[in-house]
């Protein structure tokens, strides 16, 4: 949205609010937001939204996406509504979301939707809650940097050129170099040249995350960034330790991109452009704009401090690791076309037929992630974890800048999906994470009719079990290993939960109440789930809850699980699955006097 029209801007989407909505713009709330008690099913709800010119024939299935109206936002539930505000106002109030020098001047915008087909529902909020300031409002064509999304689009631009023929996956470094113009390095380690892009695109490649003779600026520390620089950095490279495993690298997704390049012959962006951003209509997606589109069509992100941190200066051959901007239109479209793909939905018709194949191919899972609390995995840039049981597999990505956080998730089992797009860095990139998972996360279920009274204290639930440390990459912080204490109580299992026996006998006790559910357990799985009922539960006892915990006892879903395996560790240990904040948590049986 351009900056010379944010006054204006202002003006017209508070007036839409209040003549459509009822809603004062001076009385609080988060701009962009609608309180769903305030709506009726068929009332007509004002969206941010820029009308979209382009092709109805270009855009076929997905121009919902793109130019919501009120019939459609009509047919979304009020639940649906009320969660995604909930959820959005929740996150406005995180991490340094209230700091003085970024409240009301930058914010969030986020898109869910329920399925392929279902309307999409996009809400928006300031940082710090309350009045957003002219320049802190988005509409869905405003810019925002997507950072590492990026690299799911150079994933699929790799398996696009290798269903064509043009490479394959387990091409060498040494291969695509030798039939290009760029020589072929003296490699200290010759292990270097034998990196196929296969391992680059799965973090396995053994690359360190970054390289060490970057030299760019605060801004963007991977401008001015050369062919030069890069390969004289893989020639010195002495080994590469953990080849094989995973190891999150941008280093590997920004050589990627320059391998794809120069294969091809055109520019990464004219390549990506080509195979995945004009067949889904993605127009606002771009890594090169004009003077007049920073101005204009950017989301100025905030640092820490307070100040503009974007990346507006040349990005150097590092591209495909995260160079691009996009729209929360253009990234609700690219998702809803990719829940398509992964359920094989009658709609991916309308996808080219190599497109389609390159998107499937990137959500194979090809190797463990290092996230063993989630039971992740990675495929091509995609990685993968359980929710709502591990029949449920959520496809995610992440990024995040000084300035800016992005996240986009889908539940292959459902069709449901999100993504959100931040400006406020300040806010934490992991708040941004934590709204869409939770987006993501179905609604509350109603509790079902209890199915009879369980077993006594012989139930075979009964005992301890130990859950993994969790850091801050799910959102959370623990110095120790927790302990869920389960037992027996009025033929109810209650679940305790403390670092230690004393203390989970002293925590909060938590009735699991047992569903009957048309669930289905992958093998190993005893068949009963059990939804945590008690509303003061609070997986970490002793931390002041945050906005997001709080929400999520309202809209979210903690549910248990149990196993009888923990596949990843390849044993037979009883384990649970504590459901929680759209993560499952996998907690390995112990003995109770282990502590």
Not at 3 to 25: E, K, Q
Not at 147 to 153: D, G, L, M
Request: glycine share 8%; aromatic share 8%; with cysteine.
């Amino acid at each position: 949205m351009p900056r010379t029209r944010w006054l204006w801007s202002w003006v017209r989407v508070a007036a839409m609010y209040a003549t459509v909505c009822g809603i004062h713009p001076c009385r609080g709330g988060s701009m962009g937001v609608v309180d769903g008690d305030a709506l009726s099913e068929n009332a007509p709800v004002p969206m941010l939204a820029r009308p979209f010119t382009g092709s109805d024939t270009q855009l076929g299935l997905w121009q919902h996406l793109r130019t919501p109206s009120a019939a459609t936002f009509g047919a979304r539930s009020r639940i649906e509504v009320r969660r995604a505000n909930a959820l959005v106002n929740a996150w406005a109030r995180t991490g340094s979301c209230d700091d003085v020098r970024i409240a009301g001047d930058c914010g969030v915008i986020a898109a869910v939707s329920p399925g392929v087909l279902g309307p999409t529902t996009v809400v928006t909020a300031a940082a710090g809650g309350g009045l957003a300031s002219p320049s802190a409002i988005f509409d869905q064509s405003t810019l925002f940097e997507i950072a590492s999304n990026t690299k799911v689009f150079t994933a699929i631009t790799m398996e696009w050129m290798a269903v064509q023929g043009v490479i394959r996956v387990n091409d060498t470094l040494n291969e695509i170099l030798k039939v290009t113009t760029t020589p072929i390095p003296r490699w200290q380690d010759p292990a270097v040249g034998t990196l196929t892009l296969r391992e680059l695109a799965t973090h396995t490649s053994g690359l360190p995350k970054l390289p060490s003779n970057l030299h760019g600026t605060p801004q963007n520390i991977f401008t001015g960034y050369t062919d030069a620089d890069l390969f004289q950095f893989l020639g010195n490279l002495s080994s590469l330790p953990t080849r094989g495993s995973f190891l999150y690298s941008n280093l590997a997704f920004g050589l990627l991109g320059r391998l794809l390049e120069l294969k091809a012959g055109v520019p990464y962006e004219t390549l990506v452009r080509e195979a995945l951003l004009t067949p889904l209509g993605m127009a606002d997606t771009k890594i090169f704009l004009t003077p007049a589109e920073w101005k204009n069509s950017v989301a100025p992100g905030r640092n820490a401090s307070g100040r503009f941190a974007e990346r507006n200066t040349p990005y150097g051959v590092l591209k495909g690791q995260g160079a691009f901007h996009s729209s929360i239109r253009d990234m609700a479209t690219f998702l809803a076309a990719s829940v398509a793909v992964a359920q094989n939905h009658t709609a991916a018709r309308q996808i080219p037929e190599m497109l389609r194949k390159a998107m499937r191919a990137c959500m194979e899972p090809q190797a463990s992630d290092d996230y063993p609390v989630t039971h992740g995995r990675v495929g091509d840039a995609w990685e993968m974890y359980s929710s709502g049981g591990p029949t449920h597999n959520v496809v995610w990505k992440s990024g995040c800048t000084d300035g800016y956080g992005s996240y986009m998730a889908m539940d292959v089992s459902t069709g449901r999906s999100a993504v959100a797009l931040g400006s406020c860095g300040a806010c934490g990139h992991h708040a941004v994470a934590q709204l869409t998972r939770q987006l993501v996360d179905l609604p509350q279920r109603p509790l079902p009719a209890m199915a009879g009274p369980l077993p006594a204290d012989t139930h075979p639930y009964t005992g301890c079990y130990r859950l993994p440390k969790v850091d801050d990459r799910v959102g959370r912080q623990s110095r120790n290993a927790s302990l869920l204490y389960v037992s027996t109580v009025a033929s109810n299992l209650v679940l305790r939960v403390g670092s230690s026996i004393d203390s989970a006998q002293a925590a909060t006790t938590v009735s699991l109440f047992p569903l009957n559910s048309t669930f289905q357990p992958e093998s190993g799985m005893l068949p009963t789930g059990f939804a945590l009922v008690n509303d003061t539960f609070d997986l970490w006892p002793g931390r002041s809850s945050d906005p997001l915990e709080v929400v999520d006892r309202q809209f979210g879903r903690r549910e248990l699980y149990f196993t009888a395996m923990v596949s990843w560790r390849q044993d037979r240990a009883p384990a649970t699955i504590l459901h929680v904040d759209g993560w499952e948590l996998y907690a390995s049986r112990i003995p109770c006097d282990a502590l």
